[in-house]
């Protein structure tokens, strides 16, 4: 059994994200920290966040770091507030839940990378797009 062409570039192009964040680390003098500030109020945080439609047929991605908001992702300042509040572990991260049709058009979230030096390796598939903002709120929304 073979791995479809896109989850392979998908997981190939996260690794290569996370391994050009870890120089940044090392830069920051902080060892396990990633954040410009390495602070410890427990909002410091680095993700790689993809979503990716059924059997891969697309996927998407972005870089997300805390406190600062640095990266590309359009609601950078609302995701850290979210993940703060869940101390960092997407899976427990609260959205607000809206009504969403039954159309089954699966779609998976996945954050990688690390809060407060602690790896972060989070994946989940939700039945379509409105589920999947219904769940995470800002975090996966760009």
Known sequence: ?????????????????????????AA????????????????DGRFFLSVSGGQNTWI???QLSCPDADGHHPHAAEA????????GDPGRVTGAEHRCTRQYDPVTATAEGEWNGRPVVWH???PNACALDGATGPVFRF
């Open 80 to 87: 850290c507030t979210t993940l703060n509040k869940a101390k």
């Open 124 to 126: 989940k598939t939700f």
């Open 28 to 43: 920051d003098g902080k060892p396990g920290r990633q954040g410009k500030h390495g602070r410890a109020d427990g909002t």
């Open 60 to 62: 998407r991605g972005v």
């Open 1 to 25: 059994m073979s791995l479809p062409r896109t989850a392979v570039a998908a997981a190939a192009a996260s690794a290569a994200l996370l391994l050009l964040a870890a120089p940044q680390a």
